[in-house]
């Protein structure tokens, strides 16, 4: 019997990208899932709603906000082990709205610590991002890696993870900060640069609009940042560990664009698109990651290569009913 089965386990963010897939494997998994999900007037569960009614029907959802600390105190009542992934993750969206980012990723996840202390959690697995490293000082980078805060949001990112640090030092809460570098896969948002690649090409277009080509990333394909996320979960070495999810391969920008293009539509070509540019100093370079302590930790590794997991994506976006609901013909901030 692994560690979380019969657990009964609170995601938050569970309505977007990498929690809506967190929640179908912690099911797999035998959990009792509680769904955090953000409430608006549309009462919209983001992308659970899209999730089979038998699933929907294992899940128990939570509408609320995590810079709210009593709705979250509630949401984490019963609760034996959280994941908090819920944040604001759009890098351009940070440059104009940087109070936001300040109150939903450090507030937010001050207010997921402070209800977590008197909850006797087992678990709190805090989700931080490649992004708190700046570009690479060396690679493959590992977790002493310095911390350079390029962008309002990887600056968040850095205070929210040095919180939840302090709460493990200071209050022996059973903190693991876990970091993925680069997730896609189906469901992403089109602010990510592969949806935006995907989306243009499936709905036509022969010139692909994208900002710098050169800046090299380390891609996961999302089924293996979850199956890192769960294996950290399980691992009573991880607790007090900052941990990254890593492939321990780059690729840059321009070359992910081609093998994409070559895929879809071969004929397809990229143009530089000025307005999707980040500030020169703000633009991270390079991001290799190191996967070697959670190999050593949970002996995790990815199970997706780059091509397989492109393919499950590109297959996901090409059903007209997951195309639709983006708006690949304008730059998601």
């Given amino acids: 019997m692994s560690f979380l089965e019969g657990k009964t386990v609170l995601v938050t963010g569970a309505d977007g990208f990498i929690g809506s897939h967190l929640v179908e494997g912690l099911l797999e998994k035998g959990c009792q899932v509680r769904a955090f999900v953000f409430y608006n007037s549309f009462n919209s569960w983001g992308w659970l709603d899209t999730f089979p009614e038998k699933t929907l029907n294992e899940i128990d959802v939570f509408a609320g906000d995590v810079?709210?600390?009593?709705?979250?105190?509630?949401?984490?009542?019963?609760?034996?082990?959280?994941?908090?992934?819920?944040?604001?993750?759009?890098?351009?969206?940070?440059?104009?709205?940087?109070?936001?980012?300040?109150?939903?990723?450090?507030?937010?996840?001050?207010?997921?610590?402070q209800a977590s202390k008197g909850a006797g959690l087992e678990r709190v697995l805090v989700t931080s991002t490649s992004e708190v490293y700046g570009t690479a000082q060396y690679v493959p980078i590992d977790e002493n890696h310095p911390f350079q805060g390029q962008s309002p949001y990887s600056a968040t990112k850095i205070g929210a993870d040095r919180l939840a640090e302090s709460f493990y030092r200071s209050f022996d809460l059973p903190v693991t900060i876990i970091r993925p570098f680069n997730t896609y896969g189906p469901?992403?948002?089109?602010?990510?640069?592969?949806?935006?690649?995907?989306?243009?090409?499936?709905?036509?277009?022969?010139?692909?609009?994208?900002?710098?080509?050169?800046?090299?990333?380390?891609?996961?394909?999302?089924?293996?940042?979850?199956?890192?996320?769960?294996?950290?979960?399980?691992?009573?070495?991880?607790?007090?560990?900052?941990?990254?999810?890593?492939?321990?391969?780059?690729?840059?920008?321009?070359?992910?664009?081609?093998?994409?293009?070559?895929?879809?539509?071969?004929?397809?070509?990229?143009?530089?698109?000025?307005?999707?540019?980040?500030?020169?100093?703000?633009?991270?370079?390079?991001?290799?990651?190191?996967?070697?302590?959670?190999?050593?930790?949970?002996?995790?590794?990815?199970?997706?290569?780059?091509?397989?997991?492109?393919?499950?994506?590109?297959?996901?976006?090409?059903?007209?009913?997951?195309?639709?609901?983006?708006?690949?013909?304008?730059?998601n901030v």
């Fill in 187 to 331: 469901r992403q948002s089109a602010r990510a640069v592969i949806p935006t690649i995907i989306t243009q090409l499936l709905s036509g277009a022969e010139e692909i609009k994208l900002g710098s080509l050169h800046p090299t990333r380390d891609f996961n394909y999302v089924k293996d940042t979850v199956a890192g996320f769960i294996a950290i979960a399980e691992s009573n070495d991880a607790i007090g560990e900052e941990i990254n999810i890593a492939s321990q391969k780059e690729i840059s920008i321009g070359e992910i664009a081609h093998n994409i293009i070559d895929i879809i539509n071969p004929s397809a070509r990229v143009v530089s698109d000025d307005i999707r540019l980040r500030p020169e100093n703000s633009e991270v370079e390079r991001l290799l990651g190191s996967n070697e302590k959670i190999n050593r930790l949970t002996g995790w590794k990815p199970g997706f290569n780059l091509r397989e997991g492109l393919k499950e994506t590109i297959d996901w976006f090409g059903q007209k009913e997951n195309l639709r609901a983006y708006k690949w013909g304008i730059y």
């Fill in 67 to 113: 810079r709210d600390p009593n709705g979250v105190r509630k949401a984490m009542e019963g609760i034996d082990v959280v994941f908090h992934l819920a944040a604001l993750i759009a890098i351009p969206f940070s440059y104009h709205s940087p109070d936001s980012y300040v109150d939903t990723n450090i507030k937010g996840t001050l207010n997921v610590l």
